[in-house]
């Protein structure tokens, strides 16, 4: 098994720019979310899913958009990229609503320029 | 809203005992506290969870007290391999996950 995957690695991307990071798991998990975290800092949540076809709010939601099409993908996207978007993001899947069992991805790292 | 409370540094000697402590109020009556481990450029990993009392693994222990307004992550005879940011997670009464600060542990030979 894979666990959680993301992509991509790593990216540079200009103000105003678009883009999309892609989340996968092989685990069958429910529930799927969404984390940034800045430098000496800790994790923030973005979105979450609770099941296909399913997103809702986390802590900071501004300037994001979210998508669970399929329930093993769960897709982050920028519209228009900031500077203040400059984070490490980090992909998590569980089987509940839980703080127990959180799988995380290797994380993004993006920069915006 | 739930709080979290983290030291956001500590540091050790190999072979020493470490306990770090998470302060947290207002969370869900029917929860786990679990803490997580993060190595720079990874995403956390679980270590251990807890309800109440005290809970015991492989690599860590875990006291919780009755009032669970706070947790205790305790790791026994460091190494340098132990040298990570760690993490408590609760959630709230309105089941929202709240990630603490985390607490960098520096583990010196």
């Known amino acids: 098994n894979a666990g959680v995957t993301q992509t991509p690695k790593f990216r540079v991307l200009k103000t105003g720019q678009s883009m999309t990071l892609l989340c996968a798991q092989d685990?069958?998990?429910?529930?799927m979310y969404w984390y940034r975290q800045d430098p000496g800092m800790g994790l923030r949540l973005i979105h979450y899913?609770?099941?296909?076809?399913?997103?809702a709010k986390g802590e900071v939601p501004d300037g994001y958009n979210v998508s669970r099409l399929k329930k093993q993908n769960f897709l982050l996207g920028l519209e228009s990229a900031a500077p203040s978007q400059t984070s490490v993001y980090f992909c998590?899947?569980?089987?509940?609503?839980?703080?127990?069992?959180?799988?995380f991805g290797p994380g993004t790292r993006l920069t915006v320029l | 809203l739930a709080k979290t409370t983290q030291p956001i540094s500590m540091d050790s000697y190999e072979g020493q005992e470490v306990n770090i402590t998470c302060s947290h109020n207002?969370?869900?009556?029917?929860?786990?506290i679990t803490w997580y481990q993060q190595f720079p450029s990874q995403g956390p990993r679980f270590i251990i969870q807890?309800?109440?009392?005290?809970v015991t693994n492989e690599v860590a222990s875990l006291f919780i007290p009755a009032d669970r307004k706070s947790s205790t992550l305790s790791l026994p005879r460091v190494s340098l391999s132990d040298t990570a940011v760690y993490y408590c997670?609760?959630?709230?009464?309105?089941?929202?996950?709240?990630w603490g600060a985390g607490t960098k542990l520096i583990i010196k030979p």
């Open positions: 997670l609760v959630m709230d009464s309105n089941y929202q996950l709240i």
């Open positions: 207002n969370i869900a009556t029917n929860d786990y």
């Open positions: 899913s609770v099941g296909e076809g399913t997103t």
């Open positions: 998590a899947s569980s089987y509940s609503l839980t703080t127990v069992d959180q799988f």
């Open positions: 685990m069958n998990h429910e529930y």
């Open positions: 807890g309800y109440k009392t005290k």
